[in-house]
């Protein structure tokens, strides 16, 4: 394949080695050279397979915008959009491309959301929750798309989420689940960005030849 990644950040650029390993084409652009999505043009979107977006929230609605437009299919690992995404979903299906899109590109993330969505039983039985999701100070956002995702499996959108921004952590999410008579706490602890560049890869050869909106948990149904 031939794959454009958009943004030379920690997990972009790891994405483009991690392409680059599994035998593909890369090339990346960094926000100094794509800025108001200015580089994604029709002529020159026609020479990839796929664009993967790992940018900042204020970059990735342009970039949408700019590869529906040209048809273009799409991975977008970047969050703090999803309050659009009822648009993004109509551009996708006007535009007739391939759109595939996660707060968490890592496979046992997107197990830990199965897990997280089982364990809302408890809410039903009298359990208190929070959440606790621990990141680099780089990060942009906070809470993070991870923990707003997994305070959506438990089933009740006024779980309080605590963000912490310290040194390199990969991310760490837990779950805290409390009754008078005892405590669960779950927990995913990511030991490199290196899972999340496999799975928007691994995302990427997926929607190669497909149109719709995805996703990433629909890439890894058996």
């Known amino acids: 394949m031939n794959l454009l990644v958009l943004g030379r950040g ?13 035998g593909h084409k890369v090339r990346s652009l960094g926000g100094d050279e794509n800025t108001g999505a200015s580089a994604l043009t029709k002529e020159f979107l ?55 899109y996660a707060s968490n590109f890592s496979v046992g993330m997107n197990i830990f959301f199965d ?12 359990y ?41 952590a990969a991310g760490q999410h837990v779950i805290m689940l409390d009754s008078p008579n005892d405590t669960m706490m779950l927990v995913h602890d990511s030991k490199s960005r290196r899972g999340f560049a496999e799975g928007a890869v691994i995302a990427a050869e997926w929607l190669q030849g497909k149109k719709g909106f995805f996703e990433f948990k629909d890439a890894l149904k058996k």
Request: glycine residues 8%; contains cysteine.
């Open 128 to 168: 208190s929750a929070r959440i606790v999701e621990r990141h680099h100070t780089q990060k942009k956002d906070a809470p993070s798309g991870t923990a707003v995702t997994i305070r959506q499996k438990l089933g009740a959108e006024d779980i309080e989420i605590t963000s912490i921004r310290e040194g390199d």
């Open 115 to 126: 897990i997280a969505a089982a364990a809302g039983a408890a809410m039903k039985q009298g």
């Open 10 to 22: 920690k997990t972009g650029s790891l994405v483009a080695e991690v392409a680059a390993a599994r």
């Open 46 to 100: 026609r020479d990839f397979d796929c664009v993967v977006d790992f940018t900042a929230p204020a970059a990735v609605i342009p970039n949408i915008i700019a590869c529906t437009q040209a048809s273009a299919n799409m991975v977008v690992g970047t969050t703090g959009w999803y309050d659009k995404i009822p648009k993004v979903k109509e551009l996708v299906e006007h535009s007739g491309s391939g759109f595939l």
